[in-house]
Structure formats: structure tokens, C-alpha cells
T-cell receptor
Framework: QQQVKQSPQSLIVQKGGIPIINCAYE??????FPWYQQFPGKGPALLIAIRPDVSEKKEGRFTISFNKSAKQFSLHIMDSQPGDSATYFCAAGLEGYSTLTFGKGTMLLVSP | DADVTQTPRNRITKTGKRIMLECSQTKGHDRMYWYRQDPGLGLRLIYY???????NKGEISDGYSVSRQAQAKFSLSLESAIPNQTALYFC?????????????FGPGTRLTVL
């Protein structure tokens, strides 16, 4: 079964902290690893994505770290803000094939 | 703005009733998806369609059916709703072709089956 395991299930950090969310996958054929952000009452939206030819990708305060040999990837949020409070989903897929396998999500709360 | 819309946004129904959730998009995307979201279980794929003539089962298709009426419309039906189908349902779309994996989600439909 093509699973993506995500941890932790929930996370509370203070403003300015660096929350880290981890994901592990099983299928070595996966070659596309996105993170989606979901605010309450909204649908998920793409936050940042990485492909396995690089080990790190940064977009603003958000960074994906990717370890191909360990089949793991993680999301780091630098200088976290209360507005970052949301549910974050990692996912994995095959480039160009469109279907994604999602992790179970992490509820992040950034306290003021 | 090009968008993904879902109707209804909220629905309460009784066990055994037939329910249809509708999804429309103005993005011009060929590919459409239905997911359900449950607390602690994340997003699970129910059905997906890569074009009007293509329908595929996802991870959890039992108890559901779909119809792709047009490129822009993809409906999800529960023929005989049961309480464990109470969930948040999302429609999503994506562009066909290599390197276009981003999925665009609608606002969701909250379904409660009593």
C-alpha cells in the first residue's frame, strides 16, 4: 500500500518558534512531494513542493528538507506567526500522473 | 476569478437517503477529484476523473458513485447514506500533463448523516 506517514498529529509552538512536521513514504517511485495548508472552513491549498533532485527548497519562511535515502521529508516554518495556525498535509505522487497520496495532517497552533 | 465551487456547503440527511454533492469549476482543468476528510485520517481519495470519459476508483470508493457530466462538472452520489459517511467532502481539479501536479480544492461540503 502506498502510504505517507505524517507526524506529529498536532503541534503547539510560540510565536517566533520553528515548528517541524515530518513525513515518511514507502514507494520509491514517488517523485513529487507537496505540502498543503488548510485554514478552518477552507479547502487545502498548495504551500510548497519539492522534487527528489534537490535536498532542500525554500519559499519565504517555509522550507522543505528532503532525504531520499531515508525516504523522508519535512516542513520547517521559520519565525512562525499566529497566522500560520492551520492544518498541514504532506503528500506524495508521481510527476505528471496527478493523483496524490496524502498524510493524515498536522494541526499547528502558533500562540501569540 | 477561475474557481472551484461546491454545492451544497452543508447538508444534514438521514440514513438511507440518496445524496448528491456537486462540483463545478471554471479553471478549464481536465482532471477532477473527490476526497473525504475525517479528523485524524487526513484526505482520502474517493474517485477521480482525468477527462469526461474517464472515471477511476480511489482508495475508498465503496458506497459512493460519481458522474462527470461535462469537463467542468463532477458529481458525487451517496446512493444510501449511512452515518459513517459523515465527513467533510472536497472536490479538487488539476491540469493534465507532465509536471502539473498541483491540485486546486473547492471550499468543501460538510455532510452529516443521522
Amino acid at each position: 500500500q502506498q502510504q505517507v506517514k505524517q507526524s506529529p498529529q498536532s503541534l503547539i509552538v510560540q510565536k517566533g518558534g520553528i515548528p517541524i512536521i515530518n513525513c515518511a513514504y514507502e514507494n520509491t517511485a514517488f517523485d513529487y512531494f507537496p505540502w498543503y495548508q488548510q485554514f478552518p472552513g477552507k479547502g487545502p491549498a498548495l504551500l510548497i513542493a519539492i522534487r527528489p533532485d534537490v535536498s532542500e527548497k525554500k519559499e519565504g519562511r517555509f522550507t522543505i528538507s528532503f532525504n531520499k535515502s531515508a525516504k523522508q521529508f519535512s516542513l520547517h516554518i521559520m519565525d512562525s506567526q499566529p497566522g500560520d495556525s492551520a492544518t498541514y498535509f504532506c503528500a506524495a505522487g508521481l510527476e505528471g500522473y496527478s493523483t496524490l497520496t496524502f498524510g493524515k495532517g498536522t494541526m499547528l497552533l502558533v500562540s501569540p | 476569478d477561475a474557481d472551484v465551487t461546491q454545492t451544497p456547503r452543508n447538508r444534514i440527511t438521514k440514513t438511507g437517503k440518496r445524496i448528491m454533492l456537486e462540483c463545478s469549476q471554471t479553471k478549464g482543468h481536465d482532471r477532477m477529484y473527490w476526497y473525504r476528510q475525517d479528523p485524524g485520517l487526513g484526505l482520502r481519495l474517493i474517485y477521480y476523473s482525468f477527462d469526461v470519459k474517464d472515471i477511476n476508483k480511489g482508495e475508498i470508493s465503496d458506497g459512493y458513485s460519481v458522474s462527470r457530466q461535462a469537463q467542468a462538472k463532477f458529481s458525487l452520489s451517496l446512493e444510501s447514506a449511512i452515518p459513517n459517511q459523515t465527513a467533510l467532502y472536497f472536490c479538487a481539479t488539476s491540469v493534465a500533463g507532465r509536471a502539473h501536479n498541483e491540485q486546486f480544492f473547492g471550499p468543501g461540503t460538510r455532510l452529516t448523516v443521522l
